[in-house]
């Protein structure tokens, strides 16, 4: 994170918004960094209001109205709600249904994200050592990340499709004849395949500047220090990339349980199986199309809490054992 | 500890610029040499082959009996020193110290020991359990440094250790390898663009220009004869003032100046003569050069006196406390002179004999 220190302007347009310098004069070696100091003491809020505003509209407001609605059931028609308290949320949490598919989700997270970083992490690694061609290599590596999730759900569900898909023919041969949209696995399967081809660009990329942020002299003083290059990766390489595959872990965590939204729409949408789906979908899902408002909000205020306590546990345990230079 | 022998080593990069080309040199056991050049002129290339960094596209390099060309730079046996320290970030510097030994399955004991004793040695026992980043430029050169004495090998390699530390910490630090590889005896190269460090720590200076040796000698010698006009003009400070000159038998005419050179005529026709600024005196009287004095650089100890004889720049050094005047005139004991070819700027015959020393300037008529 940089730091940037506006530079005031004499006379100019910040200065006449009351904008003012007034650097008093700190002991020595006290103050680093310039401090900017406002005349007026609105001034910082009304420079904070158009993000202030879109946060309190787009994420207080709902997750406030979400909070509230999920103590209500509400009539399918809109004629009006009544309070039951926590019903809804012990409706849904000791629904097996529920319980199956939070156990899916928790599978699901958990195996986009390795798969996702690790073979991002090793198509860096890869690319990286590459002299010859080696942007071609990594635009082509790239391109990928620019599809927009439905168009790759589709794509997906293409290759998996029962009649022409050819991931599909192929299978067949060694016996597996998958039926992507009626077998709960093979759906499960496909959606793991297509979620992980889509964020493997997105790690690919972030490994791969971290692996270039990795000085070439420690690099050699490494190739100096220790013959296995196995071994140089995991003491000396892996560790200085810690920073990044942390934030990684971070958004893929995110991307897994929220982002595949899409592709799980585009799979399962239509099918009339018990497919897996996600805990975000299951809003959706319950919400828009069940047109259960209440019970719909209680699994949304049950996610944020969810989504809550794993941050803070990322941020507290993980990044802990992060070394930033 | 061994010896290295380089032999016809060349250096050609993918897309054909050569970088290095017929280096041979033999480098005895415990000699420390230094490569000395300016900015490209191959003698990081050169270092980095001996370490194994670089390919090596032509000739042999071989570290004691071995030849090393296909080997990895693990197994070489030897320690590098990088300019910018190039220490593992993320590890301790008792960690960083006992990497290279670790990963070569040293018995625990012996990797406290020696870690131990050249932390002593290098006076950083006090910061075994920092992170580099807590430490200074010097404190962090030290770890690099241990980081090689560490690992007892074969031959130390120094890439412009020194060159990211600031002035006065690079004479301490100069003085401090120097003593180090004495009591330790490891054959060292070391690599720097700083002449007055080659001169200071090299047993033998290896002087690089495009690429190729220009002289391989004792730091003295490479100062008291430089095989060409690019050694006169590299190795010293200042500069050796090279001047052009014509030769008519054994009458040298700088300028608008004639000096007798009693006899002695290393070659007739244009001529190109060094003269070191130490070794010229101010004379008083119709004697010698007209010397016109530009600028003066005051060092203390003595000054440097920047002007012109006739229309070519010269520079004296004067003591303290010469007088600086207008019109001074200045000669040089003709035994001091140097002479090169004015085409090839390598150097002619040894100097002037000593009995020329009655050198009689006069006045081109």
New interface residues.
Partial sequence: MAYTTLQPQAGGFLSRLGFGNKARKKPAAAEEMKRVQFTSPVLPYLFLFPQLAVIIIFFYWPSVQALSSSFYIEDPFGFGSTFVGLSNYTDVIFSSEYQSIALFTAVFTLLVTFLSLSIGLLLAVKADRIIRGASTYKTLLIAIYAIAAPVSGLIGMMIFDQHVGPFVKMMSFFGWHMQVGLNYYDTAFAMTVVAVWKQIPYNFIFFLSGLQNV?V??R?????????GL?RFW??IL??L?PTAFFLLTINVTYALFDTFGIIDVMVKDKPANNPVTLVYKVYADGFRGNDIGGSSAQSVILMIVVFVLTIFQFRFIERRV?Y? | MAAIDISSVGKIYTGGVRAVSDINLDIKDGEFIVLVGPSGCGKSTLLRMV???EAISEGTVKIGDRVVNEV????RD???V?????????MTVRQNLE??LK?RKTPRAEIDARVNEAARMLEITQYLDRKP?ALSGGQRQRVAMG?AIVRKPAAFLFDEPLSNLDAKLRVSMRGEIKRLQRRLGTTSIYVTHDQLEAMTLADRLVVLSGGQIEQVGSPLDVYHTPASTFVASFIGSPAMNLMKAELQGDKLAIGPSLISLNGYAPTSGAVTVGLRAEDLRVVSGDEGMPFTVEYVEELGSQRLAHGVVGDQAVTIALSGEAEITDGMRITIDPSKLHFFDAETGKRLDARAPAKAVAAVAEPVG
Avoid: K, W
């Fill in positions: 000085p002299s420690v050699e003083a490494a190739m100096i220090d220790c013959r296995s071994r003491t000396v560790p200085l810690a070394h230079n | 370490a194994g960094l990895e730079p693990a197994d030897i320690a590098m990088f300019q910018n320290y190039a220490l593992y970030p993320h990497y290279g990963n980043r980081r």
